[in-house]
């Protein structure tokens, strides 16, 4: 270990690099630019053949260290003269470097399997996971990034154009280049590392909890304009999501566009039946299900036309013309779904802010773990995905939910679990007919629930996310015309909430289960 270590910040001249890529975007092209320029390039495997064979002149590294590959490619550039090529002090080590025939290596160039394509195989199992993690390509990028004062490393193909306007000046890179270079290689090598432990780790709340993300866009600004944006995604995830939606056209997604949208894609996959979900500020305000997407979109939207306005659509079933010209007479941001139809797209070019949104198919929800900042830290828990059906739910009250009503229970525990809470939803026929959301109170959610609804509430259902403390909820609501109510219960006045239920001859259902959504 040296003491007192200082960083060369001069331009450092590149005369020979070590070329090992996955991803060979670009490769070629900068093979004969760095044979151009009259660099020696160094390369391995599949990178080597690929130069060769587009006519770049190339020196194998076994030929090099005069040392086979061996163990089935396990150990081939772990080796004193590339390691010590690559990490040596210029200004500190020739000495070492010229008694050991230690060549310097200026220039590494080098990227690696990714390995969540590898853990994504249906196919895979450890030994499989194991035997495609890579040993030399990480310790080459690390020794490179560690040597900023001399050593270049590359890990981005797209990074290629800056590396050749450097090499331009006298086929130097700049200090301030191959910094830039070294943080992103430390970046890349460390996502690398964070697949394979979240891969291995045995249990999702580990000890040790590790992020990695890749960048899927800019953004203009978070959710204000003073606020600086981007949005990330799961590295090597390819799964259905509002991230890797396919985009027919419209404006680039804002961050609360994907806040809005994703909020909206949740709820749908909660449903199996034809159903459309229109969010407004991450909370659903229209939500209906039944046999046909147009009758079935025309009820959620008029659940709520005003909020509905400037909101976004979803959908689990494809788009199709009917629905388009529907949906084309009023402002909205967004419109997801599965598929659509051509005549649907031709429908919505007319509308050229509108973004179109093809999620393909919705699946439901799965079990994976979501995670929050706060303060000096993150807080993680899993999706809930729990389901209440007919056999959970315990009548309490001496009035008793007709079968159809009990259906429309099951339909509204569905929608609330996506509504802030306090959550409070007013349904009927397997409609929203009114939602109250995010109050610090729930009767003033039961309030405005309640508004919402206005000549709909007639025979409606209403749905709490949590328990009553009191029974003013109940008193609120008893000449409304809302017929039953379903809620987690488990208030130490429980009975009092059920006698209140009694006396105005309203049935009330328990779920057992609360489902908070902060």
Same mark, same amino acid.
């Given at each position: 270990m040296l003491e007192n270590p200082t960083i060369n910040k001069e331009n450092v001249k590149i005369k020979r690099a070590l070329v090992s890529v996955f991803d060979k975007t670009g490769l070629v092209e900068l093979g004969h630019?760095?044979?151009?320029? #009259?660099?020696?390039?160094?390369?391995?495997?599949? /990178?080597?053949?690929?130069?060769?064979?587009?006519?770049? /002149?190339?020196?194998?590294? /076994?030929?090099?260290?005069?040392? $086979?590959?061996?163990?089935?490619?396990?150990?081939?550039?772990?080796?004193?003269?590339?390691e010590g090529g690559i990490l040596g002090l210029r200004d500190k080590h020739n000495k070492d470097a010229e008694d050991n025939n230690i060549k310097w290596i200026d220039l590494v160039v080098c990227n690696l399997y990714p390995f969540s394509e590898t853990i994504n195989r249906d196919d895979c199992d450890l030994a499989m996971a194991l035997e495609n993690v890579d040993i030399g390509g990480p310790t080459m990028i690390r020794s490179a990034a560690k040597n900023v004062g001399w050593v270049t490393v590359v890990v981005d193909p797209s990074d290629y154009?800056?590396?050749?306007?450097?090499? /331009?000046n006298d086929n130097s890179i700049r200090y301030e280049?191959?910094?830039?270079?070294?943080?992103?290689a430390f970046g890349h090598t460390a996502q690398y590392d964070v697949i394979i432990h979240n891969y291995m780790k045995g249990?999702?709340?580990s000890d040790e909890f590790s992020l990695t993300y890749e960048k899927h866009s800019e953004m203009r600004y978070g959710e204000n304009p003073h606020q600086a944006a981007a949005a990330y995604k799961i590295s090597g995830d390819s799964s259905n999501s509002v991230l890797n939606a396919k985009i027919y056209q419209g404006k680039k997604l804002s961050y609360n566009n994907i806040m809005d949208a994703d909020a909206a894609f949740s709820c749908l996959k909660e449903f199996e039946e034809t159903a459309c979900v229109i969010v407004k500020h991450a909370n659903p305000c229209g939500v209906s299900k039944g046999e046909n997407m147009l009758e079935v979109y025309k009820q959620a939207f008029n659940a709520d036309s005003l909020s509905a306005f400037g909101g976004v659509i979803a959908m689990n079933k494809q788009c199709d013309e009917l629905v388009a010209e529907e949906i084309s007479k009023v402002f909205v941001e967004i419109v997801l779904a599965p598929s659509f139809t051509k005549e649907a797209l031709e429908i919505f070019s007319t509308k050229k802010?509108?973004?179109?949104?093809?999620?393909? &198919?919705?699946?439901?929800?799965?079990?994976?773990?979501?995670v929050r900042n706060v303060v000096g830290g993150i807080i993680v828990q899993e999706t809930d995905t729990s389901v209440i059906q007919k056999q959970d739910l315990k009548t309490v009250t001496t009035a008793k939910p007709s079968d159809s009503e009990v259906e429309t229970m099951l339909f509204g525990w569905k929608v609330l679990k996506h509504i802030k809470s306090n959550g409070i939803l007013i349904v009927k026929n397997n409609t929203t007919v #009114?939602?109250?959301?995010?109050?610090?109170?729930?009767?003033?959610?039961?309030?405005?629930?309640?508004?919402?609804?206005?000549?709909? %509430?007639?025979?409606? %259902?209403?749905?709490?996310d949590a328990f009553f403390p009191f029974r003013d909820s109940i008193d609120?609501?008893? &000449?409304? #015309?809302?017929?039953?109510?379903?809620? $987690?219960g488990g208030s130490v006045r429980d009975d009092e909430v059920i006698e209140a239920c009694n006396e105005h001859g309203i049935a009330m259902v328990f779920t057992g289960q609360r489902c908070f959504k902060h």
């Open positions: 630019s760095l044979e151009g320029l #009259g660099i020696e390039i160094l390369s391995t495997g599949g /990178s080597a053949k690929t130069l060769r064979d587009s006519g770049v /002149s190339v020196t194998d590294v /076994s030929d090099y260290t005069k040392f $086979p590959e061996i163990m089935d490619g396990r150990v081939k550039t772990i080796n004193p003269l590339v154009p800056v590396l050749a306007k450097d090499l /331009s280049t191959r910094e830039m270079f070294s943080a992103k249990t999702p709340l802010n509108l973004r179109v949104l093809e999620v393909g &198919n919705i699946k439901p929800r799965e079990k994976l773990l979501e #009114g939602v109250g959301a995010g109050q610090v109170s729930r009767v003033d959610s039961v309030d405005i629930a309640m508004k919402k609804s206005g000549k709909n %509430i007639q025979g409606s %259902i209403l749905c709490s609120k609501i008893s &000449n409304s #015309g809302i017929k039953a109510v379903l809620q $987690p």
